[in-house]
């Protein structure tokens, strides 16, 4: 197990090494110059006070001395300087990391019990009524694209009902938590769609493979009820398969999101890259961008680990 994990851990180490030059490369093709985009929003610049910028960019070095220079400082956790909030590039993405984590964690609350409550209620009779009418919703859940159900919903709540505001975030500099609250809603509720249809399918096909076991049959032979033999049995050897999909869907919620953070205003991760693509923030998009790679690939990572820790009959080969 030890040889396996440091296996994985190298592994994930050199992709890792590789994504940050594949970004680099893919950033500096974008169009536009993030100093030129700074001079020309302050004309007052004295052209020493612009030399100076373009130096702090890194402007005029070639492509192969700025990508040693800005790995060597980000191994030091030097980011870089944000051409449009002018900060550091690591005082941005604090508090947009914890707005994005926030609605990540509201949305496992809901995503993991609903999906084991639906998935098992699904595996009981398959092909029956219920499981059909689960799986239709599994289905709606993963083929209604993000943007189209965020604008329903905000059409529909906030705009005719009133009863919930359309933005992500509240206008307050420290809104109670309530208020907090009551802006996540909505898109708690569109990443709860878009994660829990995937973990659905998957806990009702585990149950029912688990369903049909041996040791199950067993168990109800000797008079055990059918909670008993869901709850303390097949819902325990069913939630091997969970784990790694749970893991592996932290990735891509992680990176989901930028579509829900966008339209509904919530100032995380998403809206962030977004609005650094946008307005050619190369610092900002490069490291917004790497952290979603590394998010993803630590999922990936402890998704294996996990699955071969809970399951010893896979092979570490």
Known sequence: MLRYTLTRIGQAVLVLLVMTVLLFLLINLMPGDPVDNMLEGNPSLTAASAAQIREL????????????NWITAAVQGDFGYSSIYFRPVAEVLGPALGQTLKLMVATLVLSVPLALLLGSLASLRP?????NLISFFAFASISLPNFWLSLILIIV?????GWLPASGTPL????PIWLEVRHLVLPVLVLTMFFVGPLVRYVRASMIETLSSDFVRTARSKGLSEPQIIIRHALRNALIPMVTVLALGFGGLFSGSLVVETIFGVLGMGKMIFDAIRYVDFNLALIGLLLATLVTLISNLLADLAYAWLDPRISLK
């Open 172 to 175: 307050e500099t420290n809104p």
């Open 57 to 68: 960019y890194g402007a005029g070095v070639p492509l192969p001395v700025r990508y040693w």
């Open 157 to 161: 709540f906030a705009v005719q009902l």
């Open 127 to 131: 092909g029956g009524l219920m499981d």
